[in-house]
């Protein structure tokens, strides 16, 4: 499975901005696809994650009711898009895939199937 994300950039405080994923390599609606991020000297921690055929999300506190997940099967593809961005959201946001649900949601980001290679979101004035 490769996962090649895009979107990342940029911007100003209360901007919004959509990331992509791009999945391919098995079939897409076999896996659970969510977004972790990490800041220099963290752990990568999980933003957002949505199930097979888009049926369930799950949000970290610091993003619900500005971030959305969603998923097109059809185009193998998952975005996050993110409305009302704050400085503290800047990090390197990746793109994650497994066939579990609670293997995405326990944090054990050890025993995740699939990463992407990150794309950086800076919000900064």
């Known amino acids: 499975v490769q996962l090649v994300e895009s979107g990342g950039g940029l911007v100003q405080p209360g901007a919004a901005l959509r990331l992509s994923c791009r999945h391919s390599g098995d079939t897409f609606s076999r896996y659970v696809m969510a977004w972790f991020r990490q800041t220099p000297g963290k752990e990568r921690d999980i933003v957002a994650a949505i199930t097979y055929f888009g049926g369930k999300s799950h949000y970290a506190d610091s993003v619900t009711g500005r971030f959305t997940i969603s998923r097109d099967n059809a185009k193998n593809t998952v975005y996050l898009q993110m409305n009302g961005l704050k400085p503290e959201d800047t990090a390197v946001y990746y793109c994650?895939?497994?066939?579990?649900?609670?293997?995405?949601?326990?944090?054990?980001?050890?025993?995740?199937?699939?990463w992407g290679q990150g794309t950086q979101v800076t919000v900064s004035s």
């Open positions: 994650v895939a497994d066939p579990v649900w609670d293997t995405v949601l326990s944090g054990r980001t050890l025993d995740i199937a699939y």
